[in-house]
């Protein structure tokens, strides 16, 4: 049956329950780690790859997927006549929508390629919205107009307590600036239209602690939230910290807490985690 279809990379931080509730299709990352490649979510577990990471002699590696996996995956999913649309991370930290967007135009199916500017869990609260109207048999246009509307209205805040990773990996970019690994210097940073931005920076787990409360003051007054996900590199305490903090306004809400996806986990490095949220975009 000809109706449309969703695509997404392994980096978004989507439970194999979700993929199979929501028949979404997933076009995995590889990562090498001390010369040996894996593939996400096939040779390779979120678990594993931070374990792995952990004692790897140097900084692992990611790569997006190669252009024949995407062609591969939208002819197969065309065959019956059906669209695409895939979702990929954002732009800023890989170059997987290059390599999404060539292949869509060398595919014989209607592809429709979208930055969601996020990644992990913040990446699967557009795709799984897609999914949902796709399953209903909404039209591309609809889709995408709700994907737009929840990526709006979508935010993600991420604690980095060892800056060696990061730094290494080069994401920061000229945002580095003065920041060093040394004297105990701890960064939060939001993602936001995109980009990676660098919201608070100083010693000691403070630092984080004071920023996350304000992020904590902003949920207490915003009406209508739909999700709520923390990904974490072995960050227990803080994640605990965080749920308990989130409970006492919102004690009845489901948090959906997973290891995190393992390019965030790179570059992230050990104690990293992320809290992210999406409100009604309806609304």
């Known amino acids: 049956m000809a109706n449309i279809k969703i695509v997404t990379d392994s980096s978004a931080g989507l439970t194999d329950q979700q993929i199979q509730d929501y028949h979404i299709t997933i076009v995995p990352l590889t990562v090498m780690i001390d010369d040996t ?3 996400e979510r096939e040779s390779i577990t979120n678990k594993e790859f931070i374990d792995k990471m952990k004692t790897s002699k140097t900084l692992p590696k990611t790569s997006q997927p190669p252009l024949g996996s995407f062609v591969e995956t939208f002819d197969k999913l065309g065959a019956d006549g059906s669209s695409v649309i895939c979702f990929t991370m954002l ?3 890989s170059g997987t929508i290059h390599a999404a967007e060539q292949a869509a135009n060398l595919s014989k199916t209607d592809v429709t390629v979208v930055d969601s500017q996020f990644t992990d869990q913040a990446l699967a609260f557009q795709v799984i ?3 949902k109207l796709a399953a209903e048999g909404a039209d591309k246009a609809a889709i995408l107009q709700r ?3 929840v990526r709006n ?3 993600l805040f991420m604690g980095i307590v060892t800056l060696e990773n990061i730094l290494k990996g080069g994401r920061l970019g000229r945002a580095a600036g003065m920041l060093t690994a040394l004297l105990n210097i701890k960064v939060v940073l939001e993602v936001t239209g995109g980009q990676l931005k660098i919201r608070a920076k100083g010693r000691g787990m403070k630092t984080i602690d004071r920023y996350f409360s304000k992020v904590y003051d902003q949920m207490k007054q915003t009406p209508d939230i739909m999700s709520i ?3 974490q590199v072995e960050a227990y305490d803080s994640v605990d910290s965080v749920q308990q903090h989130i409970h006492e306004f919102l004690p009845n809400k489901e948090i959906l807490v997973r290891e995190t996806v393992p390019i965030i986990a790179t570059h992230g490095g050990p104690g990293a985690f992320a809290l992210m949220y999406y409100t ?4």
């Open 37 to 39: 490649i894996y593939v």
């Open 91 to 93: 732009e800023a930290i």
């Open 153 to 155: 209205n979508t935010h």
């Open 129 to 131: 919205e897609a999914a």
């Open 147 to 149: 994907a737009d509307a």
């Open 280 to 283: 009604d975009p309806t609304k």
């Open 229 to 231: 996900g923390i990904s």
